[in-house]
């Protein structure tokens, strides 16, 4: 059984278990640290970013999904530079690439549309980017649309986490990074995927979703995989 | 008292939030004792007029045209309002932004209309891409929404009337 | 096959025969081949020397070593004969061997290619001695580059053969890995490390002695140690030499390491770019492994220990301790989370701890030497030497090696002795894409981890890149953003969405696009991705954007508020480099074009509306333009300044004249009703007055002279500016409606107020009339002049009673031309300046003039006092010797006093020290000052803190030159017209001028054409122009030479 362990959260004394990480802490009770790329029984990878806090006696921010908690520690989960942080993080993932909510399945189901809701964005400063992307429909279920994809990895992850078949992979770097199947293989055909559609459930936003839905249909159901990877072990 | 002078105007867009502000039911009553509406597809104003109070603008910057005109607007609006999504992200007039302008009227006139060539000078100049508002003039409120709605619109104005700063947050969804 | 050393005996045979090898009985040769000699063509040197000894047959022995450190010398030979010391030769070529080996077998040295001579060398590990000798060559340590240096990391750098492990036995090496394992305390070994000091070289400073310390706690099946060469920074190689020339040395730091912390395997990552390096280095463990070095059993002592090699892909990220790690493990080089840290969990899931190159080449000198005398060596938290590439605008470059906490201009001034390019240095950038720029102004600052941290730059692994005033700063930090952005992996959202918007709007503000607030939104996001990325690339990327944007604001500002690039880098803001460069921003591509379609008056129109007063600047400018002329890249720039004189005179000194002249005023725009005063009718004033009566405004010049002109008027002299020319200007300015009012200083005469109430604008633009004064024993002597003064008495004609030996004290142009105005009037004239000549401010064809006349000169010489006679007048000047000492903010040598005083005998000294102004009025009349007197002004519109109240020229700068006068007075008259007329009307002052738009397909060959001079034996005692300007055919064949750089052709 591993130690307890006691620390603030937003100056609330809490106690948590050894090897947990802030964020699980935080939830385990009841305090909100907002998230995009992580989902809980996927290993956390850090890379949206928008869960950084602040722990007082460490000069920078540190990301609560994956970094592990003290005994005494102190953590902020709110704080000015944090809001306008997260705010530029969301800013960041709207210009990137072109999301255009109103012919959207997801629209009104969308993390990322919730998330920018929830922060009070009214409007981006930045200039869009609009890069032009390809949509890979040649799945006969399913679709990829990388106009939608924010590169959170949780398709991937679930793929090769879950349902072991290491589908996905990002490939090239930077702002060129993508999501790919089967080493850029058109989707549909893939050899390793099992149509099973955890993919499409763990995704955020609209860029994988079920075909046949029209806008703002797609709802998805990634409390299911956090059920599963739960039962089978899996995950932090 | 003064009535406010109000202006909407209709840029690169579907209209649908000029609907959602003749939407508003009942509210016009109390609304159009104290606004006058200047300029707009709803009125017949040839020019934009001078120190106008309160402008709303729908729809995203496409072409040459759109682009000086929300200049003049700017210059002559105290407060300017970017109403609904087009106006504030370029929404669905972006989804021409990855086709070269010059391909896209191609398509549009030649291929699926079976005309021999794209009527040059009388359309408005296309920029390469529809933008929205904010990337030309200084925006004084975003209202995000496709189309914002009509309570909403009626909330601002009446804020704005009561001389109060309207508070957005947790009363729209963006994107 | 060597037989594997077991015991001391078979180690100490091997250091024998080492020895034997490096200071043989018979001469050695060595030829340096690093990948920078080889580059430079050593290999050829190298195999030229093998094949001339192999057919002559001579007992001499030749072998490839590494780098010495000094690459703007290369390739570097080395040669020595028996008992002699050793002689570095620079810049040998293949056809160089031959004599110098004639000269090896007669002994002696080949004179024209000496370096240095190192007499004694201390390996740390070890000392060689050479021998005494050859008291004419200098010793290494006394050349400018290596003075001050301590080679500790490089101490076998340049001077053994790589590809020998008994060459670098015999100097020593392995010493410390035997001692280590005889000893067999490693414990003991951490302690030393944890004492010396020694923190991490790859940038980040963790002490190196902890980490060891965390992976010998570990405790686990399998350990890892790993060395980092994965050196990716743009002009950055100290990695790549250090393997390439000593790889022994960081086998024996891994291995040490691996003893120590109980790893279990060592790996060396290194890039496959580095192509040498992976092959010396994997030779190295060869050898290695077959004297029982690597492998089993070390040394006999039981220990075994593996090193392989790994070659990277070339993904800058991985040189990210985690991203390396996943590489290694054969994933894509992406960053993960820290913790867990490596030391827990690393390459496969095992402690594992992961050092920089040089970090290891540090290890056996501590161990050998002890810690205390490490720490001797550098700052107090920064202990030991780095190893630094210096490279870009300095005269030498290379590896240089310096004790951490010497001051960076230590570096950049002393061994990079300078500018290279004549242009002052400006910046430099520490610590690679991750580091940040340092400017001039703070070069006192030390080199080390916490001191640049603080400036917001790194040291990073090394890097150090210097930039003069021709590169511009924000295409600096685009240029590094540009690298960090393609290098980026992508996972996390700041580092790659972050880092490509502010590539964007870096971008914008590079083409003019950018807005100040967008550059406070860039601001914001930088710091936005400093704060957030996951890993040290994101964290570290924005530091070029945030210390340029705080160090050097004033560049963006120009960018975006001025739409100029000062450094002429930023393309899409010039027409052309020379364009650029003018003050007053002459369309000069254009005249050139004119010129030679033999359109004269066209010519002259575009001419006169960029510039009104063209002859006088034809013959006084200082010419920026030639600087950055692309012609000098073939020959030498095309002569402007001459050309832009004759169009000029062709039509001003002409009865074209009257015709022109209607031309120029058919151009005015309607009469707008304002009334602008300007004071002062010098330069900036005339200039002012000719653009604001072009624009249709009402204009009154105030001037307390007589006449209009100022400086081109009273200081000038008749022989470099024949009056007449200027009052023809002066005449074409009259006839656009000027008004002038002589003998009425503003401020005095007529009050500050007064025009406020008359006037809808006012430009003040006053020259520096005051003589600065210097302290100086003697100067209330009768016969010491203020050079203006004795100019403008000259130039009104007044009497001024100058002895026969004449002492000029300064070296401007005030100082050139009142000494060669003396001459003319008979006198033996000396000009005293402290500094070198090429330091004089003056313009250079002006000072050679005045030698020609026999104007004569001492240099590095400072007035002491002034000898005065019993009746009080001037006998002689003392004058003190300086010589050069440190470098002030100017990037010049400053001069020092020396004891040694002179005494020149003279009757008259004039003082040309600088001028200065008597701006009291304007202090009084409500108008802000800046603290050196100069009166405060927007940078972009010359409003001054009092509205409607402009001011430009000397007033802001202080003294300075007509064509930087005149540009002010340009840009005031935008403004004031903008703030007059609030619309922008100044486009319309200038018609389009239709001229050919293509490349010239065969420019003219000729070399420059230069003006003509009168001989000296005549001009010497007449006012007579000096120089009479080019001929009609010259003017044709000089505007031929433009290759027409300003036509941008699309790829």
Known sequence: MPKKLQLRIDGEMVSALEGQTILQAARNSGKYIPTLCYLDGLTPVGGCRLCMVEVSGIDRLVPACTTPIQDGMSVSTTSAKLTRYRKIMLELLFIERNHICAVCVSNGHCELQAMASQMGITNVRFSYNYPKLSVDQSHSRYVLDHNRCILCTRCVRVCAELEGAHVWEVTSRGIHARVQSDLNQKWGESRGCTNCGKCVQACPTGALAEKGWAVEEMIKRNDNITVLAHRKGAGA | ?175 | MMPRILDIGAFNAVREAGIAKLMPTVPRITVGMGTCGRGNGAEGVYHAFAELIERSGDDIVVAGVGCFGSCFQEPLVTVRLPGAPLVVLRRTQANDTGRILHDVRTGKITPDLIYCKIEEWDHITGVLKYGHGYPEIPLWNEVPFFKGQKKIVLRNCGLVDPDDIEEYIGVGGYQALYSVLIDGHPEKVIEQIKASKLRGRGGAGFPTGNKWEFLAKAKADAKYIICNADEGDPGAYMNRNEIESDPHSLLEGMIIGGYVTGATQGIVYVRAEYPLAVHRLSRAIDQAREYGILGENILGRGFSFNISVVEGAGAFVCGEETALIASLEGFAGRPRPRPPFPAQKGLWGKPTNINNVETWYNIAPIITKGPAWFTDTGSPKSAGTKVFSLVGKVRSTGLVEMPLGTPLKTFIYDIGEGSAGGSPIKAVQTGGPSGGCIPQEMFDTAVDYESLAQLGSIMGSGGMVVMDEDNCMVDVARYFIEFTHSESCGKCVPCRVGLNKSLRMLNAVTKGSGTMHQLDVLDELARYIRDCSLCGLGQTAPNPVLTTMRHFRNEFEDHILGRRCAAGVCEELAISPCENSCPLHMNIPRFLQLQREGRTEDAFLSVIMDNPLPASTGRVCQHPCDRRCRRQTTDEPVNMREVHRFIADSVLLSERFEEVTKQVCARKLEPSGRKVAIAGAGPSGLTAAFYLAMLGHDVTVYDGKSEAGGMLRFALPEYRLPKAVLAREIELIERLGVKFIFNTRVGFDIPLNDLDERFDAVFISIGTWKESWVYLPGTELKGVYPALLFLEAVANHEEVRLGRKVAVIGGGNAAIDSARTALRRGGDVTVIYRRERKDMPAIEEETTAAQAEGVKFAFLAAPHRIVGDSKGNVKAIEIVKTRLGEYDASGRRKPVPTDEIQRIECDSVILAVGETFDLDFARASGLGMKENGTIEVNRFTLESTRPRFFAGGDVITGASNVSNAMAYGKQAAQNIDLQLMETRRWEKLFAKIDCDESVPENPSESRRHHGHEIAVATRVRSEEEVVTGLTNAEAMDEACRCLRCDIKVEA
């Open chain 2, 1 to 175: 008292m003064k009535r406010v002078k109000l202006a909407t105007v209709w840029l690169d867009g579907c209209s649908g939030c000029h609907m959602s502000v003749l939407d508003m039911d009942a509210a016009i009553i109390t609304l159009a004792r104290k606004i006058d509406i200047v300029y707009g597809p709803l009125v017949d104003a040839q020019e934009f007029p001078d120190d106008v109070d309160v402008t709303l603008v729908e729809g995203a910057v496409s072409s040459q045209e759109d682009a000086t005109k929300i200049q003049k607007v700017r210059q002559r609006t105290k407060t300017l309002i970017a109403m609904g999504d087009c106006a504030v992200t370029s929404n669905v007039p972006a989804m021409r932004n990855g086709v070269p302008v010059s391909q896209l009227l191609h398509t549009i006139y030649a291929t699926s209309n079976g005309s021999k060539d794209v009527p040059g000078e009388r359309l408005p100049q296309l920029l390469s891409h529809a933008r929205p508002l904010h990337e030309f003039v200084k925006i004084d409120m975003h209202l995000p929404g496709c189309p914002p709605s009509s309570k909403l619109i009626v909330g601002v104005l009446s804020d704005l009337l009561d001389g109060k700063k309207p508070e957005l947050a947790g009363k729209v969804k963006f994107g």
